[in-house]
Protein backbone atom coordinates (compact mmCIF):
# COMPACT_ATOMS: atom_id res chain seq x y z
CA UNK A 1 0.00 0.00 0.00
CA UNK A 2 2.91 2.46 0.92
CA UNK A 3 4.52 1.88 -2.70
CA UNK A 4 1.36 2.21 -4.12
CA UNK A 5 1.02 6.28 -2.18
CA UNK A 6 4.81 6.94 -3.59
CA UNK A 7 3.82 5.76 -7.09
CA UNK A 8 0.57 7.83 -7.08
CA UNK A 9 2.62 11.39 -5.88
CA UNK A 10 5.07 11.00 -8.22
CA UNK A 11 2.51 10.31 -11.07
CA UNK A 12 0.84 13.06 -9.93
CA UNK A 13 4.31 15.44 -9.45
CA UNK A 14 4.97 14.09 -13.25
CA UNK A 15 1.63 14.55 -14.21
CA UNK A 16 2.32 18.48 -12.99
CA UNK A 17 5.08 19.34 -14.48
CA UNK A 18 3.82 17.29 -17.23
CA UNK A 19 0.75 19.85 -17.94
CA UNK A 20 2.37 22.90 -16.72
CA UNK A 21 5.72 22.32 -18.68
CA UNK A 22 5.95 26.05 -20.52
CA UNK A 23 5.43 27.74 -16.85
CA UNK A 24 8.05 25.92 -15.74
CA UNK A 25 10.65 25.99 -18.47
CA UNK A 26 9.57 30.18 -18.42
CA UNK A 27 10.15 30.32 -13.97
CA UNK A 28 13.17 27.85 -14.32
CA UNK A 29 14.88 30.55 -16.46
CA UNK A 30 13.99 33.40 -14.67
CA UNK A 31 15.52 31.73 -11.68
CA UNK A 32 18.84 30.92 -13.65
CA UNK A 33 19.01 34.60 -15.12
CA UNK A 34 18.44 35.36 -11.33
CA UNK A 35 21.45 33.22 -10.97
CA UNK A 36 23.43 34.90 -13.59
CA UNK A 37 23.07 38.16 -12.14
CA UNK A 38 24.14 37.57 -8.78
CA UNK A 39 27.17 35.89 -10.28
CA UNK A 40 27.62 38.71 -12.73
CA UNK A 41 27.18 41.89 -9.70
CA UNK A 42 29.71 39.80 -7.25
CA UNK A 43 32.63 39.94 -10.85
CA UNK A 44 31.77 43.49 -11.64
CA UNK A 45 32.06 44.44 -8.16
CA UNK A 46 34.90 47.41 -7.37
CA UNK A 47 37.73 46.21 -4.99
CA UNK A 48 36.48 48.22 -2.11
CA UNK A 49 33.11 46.45 -2.08
CA UNK A 50 34.89 43.05 -2.16
CA UNK A 51 36.80 43.57 0.37
CA UNK A 52 33.96 44.57 2.42
CA UNK A 53 31.93 41.42 1.37
CA UNK A 54 35.05 39.37 2.15
CA UNK A 55 35.32 41.05 5.81
CA UNK A 56 32.13 40.28 6.48
CA UNK A 57 32.26 36.68 5.47
CA UNK A 58 35.19 35.80 7.32
CA UNK A 59 34.04 37.95 10.46
CA UNK A 60 30.90 35.56 10.01
CA UNK A 61 32.67 32.28 9.79
CA UNK A 62 34.87 33.31 12.89
CA UNK A 63 31.77 34.29 15.02
CA UNK A 64 30.60 30.71 13.95
CA UNK A 65 33.67 29.03 14.86
CA UNK A 66 33.40 30.98 18.67
CA UNK A 67 30.24 29.94 19.07
CA UNK A 68 30.01 27.10 21.71
CA UNK A 69 26.46 25.83 20.94
CA UNK A 70 24.89 26.68 18.17
CA UNK A 71 20.94 26.11 18.76
CA UNK A 72 19.79 24.30 15.70
CA UNK A 73 15.74 24.21 16.78
CA UNK A 74 15.65 28.45 16.87
CA UNK A 75 17.66 28.24 12.98
CA UNK A 76 15.36 26.00 12.10
CA UNK A 77 12.44 27.70 13.57
CA UNK A 78 13.38 30.99 12.04
CA UNK A 79 14.17 29.34 8.25
CA UNK A 80 10.50 27.72 8.23
CA UNK A 81 8.70 30.98 9.19
CA UNK A 82 11.13 33.25 6.78
CA UNK A 83 10.29 30.61 3.98
CA UNK A 84 6.44 30.06 5.09
CA UNK A 85 6.13 34.36 4.29
CA UNK A 86 8.10 33.86 0.94
CA UNK A 87 5.40 31.03 0.20
CA UNK A 88 2.77 32.66 1.29
CA UNK A 89 3.76 36.25 -0.22
CA UNK A 90 3.64 34.11 -3.70
CA UNK A 91 0.34 33.01 -3.09
CA UNK A 92 -0.96 36.13 -2.11
CA UNK A 93 0.96 38.17 -5.14
CA UNK A 94 0.09 35.19 -7.70
CA UNK A 95 -4.13 35.52 -6.68
CA UNK A 96 -4.11 38.26 -9.54
CA UNK A 97 -3.31 39.51 -13.03
CA UNK A 98 -1.48 41.95 -11.00
CA UNK A 99 0.35 40.28 -8.56
CA UNK A 100 2.27 37.73 -11.57
CA UNK A 101 4.81 40.21 -11.94
CA UNK A 102 5.88 40.20 -8.71
CA UNK A 103 5.74 36.32 -8.68
CA UNK A 104 8.63 36.39 -11.17
CA UNK A 105 10.39 39.63 -9.32
CA UNK A 106 10.38 37.43 -5.76
CA UNK A 107 11.63 34.42 -8.52
CA UNK A 108 14.03 36.29 -9.52
CA UNK A 109 15.34 37.90 -6.66
CA UNK A 110 15.67 34.54 -5.18
CA UNK A 111 17.71 33.09 -7.96
CA UNK A 112 20.37 36.51 -7.50
CA UNK A 113 20.23 35.86 -3.70
CA UNK A 114 21.46 32.21 -4.86
CA UNK A 115 24.06 33.62 -7.17
CA UNK A 116 25.40 36.15 -5.22
CA UNK A 117 26.12 33.76 -2.34
CA UNK A 118 27.75 31.65 -4.17
CA UNK A 119 29.73 33.74 -6.30
CA UNK A 120 31.05 35.23 -3.02
CA UNK A 121 31.76 32.91 -0.89
CA UNK A 122 33.68 31.14 -4.02
CA UNK A 123 35.42 34.67 -4.33
CA UNK A 124 36.54 34.85 -1.17
CA UNK A 125 37.68 31.54 -0.03
CA UNK A 126 38.90 30.30 -3.29
CA UNK A 127 37.25 27.57 -5.45
CA UNK A 128 38.00 24.39 -3.03
CA UNK A 129 37.23 25.85 0.34
CA UNK A 130 34.12 27.88 -1.40
CA UNK A 131 32.97 25.02 -3.15
CA UNK A 132 33.05 22.89 0.06
CA UNK A 133 31.31 25.72 1.83
CA UNK A 134 28.37 25.73 -0.62
CA UNK A 135 27.83 21.95 -0.21
CA UNK A 136 28.13 21.63 3.27
CA UNK A 137 25.90 24.47 3.81
CA UNK A 138 23.58 25.61 0.97
CA UNK A 139 23.37 22.29 -0.90
CA UNK A 140 20.52 20.44 1.38
CA UNK A 141 18.37 23.14 2.12
CA UNK A 142 18.36 24.19 -1.61
CA UNK A 143 17.72 20.59 -2.85
CA UNK A 144 14.19 21.20 -1.18
CA UNK A 145 14.27 25.19 -1.58
CA UNK A 146 14.67 25.19 -5.00
CA UNK A 147 11.88 22.74 -6.28
CA UNK A 148 9.34 24.04 -4.16
CA UNK A 149 9.76 27.83 -4.78
CA UNK A 150 9.40 26.87 -8.72
CA UNK A 151 6.77 24.85 -8.05
CA UNK A 152 5.22 27.53 -6.28
CA UNK A 153 5.56 30.06 -8.31
CA UNK A 154 4.31 27.72 -11.63
CA UNK A 155 1.19 27.18 -9.53
CA UNK A 156 0.61 31.01 -9.28
CA UNK A 157 0.42 31.70 -12.85
Known amino acids: MKKNKRLNIWNTIYQHIENNSKEYILITLLFIVGIFLGVMFINNMQEAQKTEVSSYLKNFVEKLKNIQ ?3 NGEILKAT ?3 NIILAVALWFFGTTVIGIPIVFGIILYRGFCLGYTIASVITI ?13 LLLQNIIFIPAILAIGVSRI
Open 69 to 71: EIN
Open 80 to 82: LKE
Open 125 to 137: MGLGKGILFILTA
